[in-house]
C-alpha cells in the first residue's frame, strides 16, 4: 500500500473514530485498515491514535498531520484532474444530502441529466430530515434549510423557500375557512418538531419584519417532511410548509392554501462543505449544478 493510500486511510479512520467504520467505507478489512494505519506510525516516528477498545481519537501529532493530509490529499486530487479535457473526465464517487422535498421533486427527476453530463461519477444520495454528520459520514456536501450553526464547514448560500400555509379540502369542509388571526382559535395546526418533548411552536407569521407566533391546539405532531405532507392530505389541521412540493398539490386541488397574507418567514437554503482550501472538480461541478437547478424555486 503507497503513502497516498496510507494517508487516506488515516484520515478516513481519524474522521469516524472508528477503523471497523472506515474498513467499511472504504471497502477493506479492518485488519489491512489497522496495519496501514501502524505502518504510518512506524515511518513518520510518532503515534497518530489513541487506541481504546471503544473509541478511536488522534493524538496531538495525529491532529496537525490530519490537518496537512486533507490538504495533500485535495491537491492530489486535483493534480490528477488538472490535464482533463471537458467535464466527461470527472469521475469518482459523489456523496451528498438533501432534505427529501428537494431530493423528490426537483433534483432526483432532473438527475439523469447531470449525469449525461459526467457519466463516470457515481452518486451516493441520502434524503433526510435527520441532520447527517458531513464529516463522520462522509459527505461530500449537504444542503441544509433554516438558519446555520456556527461550525467549521463552508457555507453557499442559494436563497430563501417560501413557506405556504395549506389544509386538505376535507378539513376545509369540516371546519371552515380561515380568513384572519382570530379565526385560528377554532382550527387544528398540525406540529412539526425535529425532537419531541420540546413545546411546539404554534402558527407562525411575519408582520412588519418580525416574526410572530399564535399558539394552536393540534391532535398530531410528526417528525418529518413526509408524514407532515401526508397529514395535510390526511385532513389532521393546518400546516406551514415549503413551497417546493406544496404547489403541486395546491394546482391539483389536493390542498387549499389558507391566510396567504399570514405566512411564515421564508427559510434560508445553503450547501455546506468541508472546509478545506481545494475542493475536488466533481463536488464544484454538483454545487454548480444544484445551485442552477433550485434557483427558480427560491427567492432571493
Not at 439523469?112 to 458531513?134: A, G, K, N, Q
Not at 391539483?252 to 481545494?278: C, K, N, W
Request: glycine content about 8%; some cysteine.
Amino acid at each position: 500500500m503507497n503513502q497516498f493510500e496510507a494517508m487516506h486511510i488515516f484520515v478516513r479512520v481519524a474522521e469516524l473514530g472508528s477503523f471497523t467504520q472506515a474498513a467499511d467505507q472504504i471497502g477493506l478489512p479492518k485488519a489491512s485498515i489497522s496495519t496501514s494505519v501502524k505502518q504510518l506510525e512506524n515511518l513518520l516516528g510518532t503515534s497518530l491514535l489513541h487506541r481504546t477498545t471503544r473509541s478511536v481519537q488522534m493524538t496531538a501529532d495525529g491532529l496537525i498531520f490530519y490537518e496537512r493530509c486533507k490538504d495533500m490529499l485535495a491537491d492530489m486530487e486535483e493534480l490528477q484532474t488538472l490535464f482533463q479535457q471537458g467535464p466527461s473526465q470527472i469521475s469518482g464517487r459523489l456523496r451528498m444530502d438533501l432534505p427529501s422535498a428537494f431530493a423528490r421533486n426537483i433534483v432526483i427527476p432532473r438527475l439523469p441529466e447531470f449525469l449525461r453530463l459526467h457519466p463516470r461519477l457515481e452518486i451516493e444520495l441520502s434524503s433526510t430530515d435527520r441532520r447527517v454528520d458531513l464529516i463522520r459520514e462522509g459527505f461530500d456536501c449537504v444542503m441544509r434549510i433554516g438558519n446555520l450553526s456556527d461550525s467549521s464547514l463552508i457555507a453557499r448560500p442559494l436563497g430563501k423557500l417560501r413557506q405556504i400555509n395549506c389544509a386538505s379540502p376535507a378539513y376545509i369542509a369540516q371546519h371552515g375557512t380561515p380568513v384572519s388571526l382570530a379565526d385560528l382559535g377554532r382550527h387544528q395546526l398540525i406540529h412539526y418538531a425535529s425532537n419531541f418533548g420540546g413545546k411546539p411552536t404554534g402558527f407562525e407569521y411575519v408582520e412588519e419584519g418580525k416574526l410572530k407566533t399564535i399558539a394552536m391546539s393540534g391532535v398530531l405532531t410528526v417528525n418529518n417532511s413526509d408524514a407532515y405532507r401526508a397529514a395535510c392530505l390526511a385532513g389532521f389541521g393546518i400546516t406551514q410548509a415549503p413551497a417546493i412540493g406544496t404547489r403541486e398539490l395546491i394546482e391539483q386541488g389536493l390542498l387549499i392554501e389558507v391566510l396567504p397574507e399570514f405566512t411564515a418567514a421564508a427559510m434560508p437554503v445553503s450547501l455546506l462543505y468541508a472546509d478545506r482550501r481545494h475542493l475536488p472538480k466533481r463536488t464544484q461541478s454538483w454545487m454548480n449544478w444544484v445551485a442552477g437547478i433550485v434557483q427558480a424555486h427560491l427567492i432571493p
